[in-house]
């Protein structure tokens, strides 16, 4: 099992219509230049989308529906696509999971399963759905389809920019860093491919530097679409991130709160923390120096309103056990 160049093409036909081609437009909230690919506009706010169409559009014929579990955006995906393909679709999530996102489930046509207290408990009931009653699984990350269909931006950011010298990933489960990692370099082997994730949490980023998957705890952040595991099982993104990212660069929480008021206030945009992690990055001087453009990608745009104006208005955010200080934009 593996992906290449020729599944990242076919992955691009199988979506072509209904995932958007998305816009790369630079940006203002960084000193220097940066480019901002705009995942923010697809359908369900999310780059999900496009992995969850390509692995929908290969469930084979008279399959009963489609499951998975997810505690957002792969979710919303996953619904999106089933509805569009005329397939039943069960999103597991755990009791923690947010009112607010069940909704915009339910709201896609998919059924929701509450189960149990975490996500690990989530996936346990996702994986008995497919072993009892034939429902195909789809993983948020370890998927030769997923990540083929999230490679799909690699291909459209050099079309777009064949001079890139760089592209900054939001990384967590890795289908989105390897899609783009093994799109790009078939394409341009010279490019740099980043991984940027929250300093606290960073399974990928632990698990690379162990040189095996390992578990590490869940906390609450900022970039909470980059929470959770890789897998202790992980078959593919582990391999593939550890192989094809140049390198692995994590950012605070404050980073990414200044990050985020940065692109609202620079560029006028709304985005999750998960997104601004490559804007965190270069505004704090954490990466390398590239020899011609670099990119990011805005990975979705589904925060939490009450946080987001707490952070635009310049208030504290209390996330666990840690607290993020309250700083006017520019002050
Ligand atoms: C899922 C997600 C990511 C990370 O993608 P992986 O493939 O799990 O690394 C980044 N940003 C957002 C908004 C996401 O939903």
């Known amino acids: 099992m593996s992906v290449d160049l020729a599944d990242i093409l076919a992955a691009r036909r199988a979506i072509a219509g209904i995932a958007a081609r998305t816009p790369m437009v630079p940006s203002l909230a960084v000193d220097g230049d940066l480019l901002l690919k705009l995942e923010t506009a697809q359908p369900i706010g999310a780059f999900k989308l496009r992995g969850a169409l390509n ?63 975490s996500q690990d408990e989530a996936h346990a009931e996702s994986r008995r759905l497919a072993r009892e009653e034939g429902l195909i699984e789809i993983s948020p990350f370890d998927d030769p389809l997923v990540i083929a269909g999230q490679g799909t931006i690699g291909l459209e950011m050099l079309e777009d920019r064949p001079d890139l010298a760089a ?5 967590s489960g890795g289908g989105l860093a390897a899609g783009v990692a093994l799109a790009a370099k078939a394409i341009k082997p010279s490019i740099r491919v980043v991984g940027v ?45 550890r192989d094809l990212l140049d390198d692995c660069v ?62 635009v208005v310049g208030r504290g955010i209390r996330l666990g056990e840690v607290e993020v200080k309250g700083r006017g934009y520019g002050a």
């Not at 592209?167 to 990384?171: E, K, T």
């Not at 505004?283 to 939490?304: E, H, M, S, W, Y």
């Open 55 to 117: 692995a929908v559009a290969a469930v084979p014929d008279g399959a009963p529906g489609v499951t998975c579990c997810s505690t957002g955006n792969h979710g919303r995906g996953v619904a999106f696509a089933a509805r569009a393909a005329g397939l039943r679709a069960v999103i597991c999530m755990s009791e923690l999971v947010p009112r607010a996102k069940v909704e915009g489930i339910l709201a896609l046509g998919a059924e929701v399963r509450i189960a149990g207290r």
């Open 167 to 171: 592209i900054l990933v939001p990384l």
């Open 197 to 241: 994730t929250m300093e606290r949490g960073a399974a990928m980023f632990a698990s690379i530097r162990a040189g095996h998957p390992v578990e590490v705890e869940e906390v609450a952040s900022l970039a909470d679409s980059l929470g959770g595991g890789i897998g202790l099982d992980n078959r593919l993104t582990f391999a593939l991130c």
């Open 250 to 311: 994590l950012v605070t929480e404050q980073e990414i709160y200044e990050a985020m008021q940065a692109l609202y206030y620079e560029d006028r945009m709304v985005a999750e923390g998960a997104s601004v992690v490559g804007i965190a990055a270069m505004r704090a001087g954490r990466l390398p120096a590239f020899d011609g453009p670099v990119a990011t990608i805005l990975t979705g745009r589904n925060v939490d309103m009450i946080t987001f104006t707490d952070i």
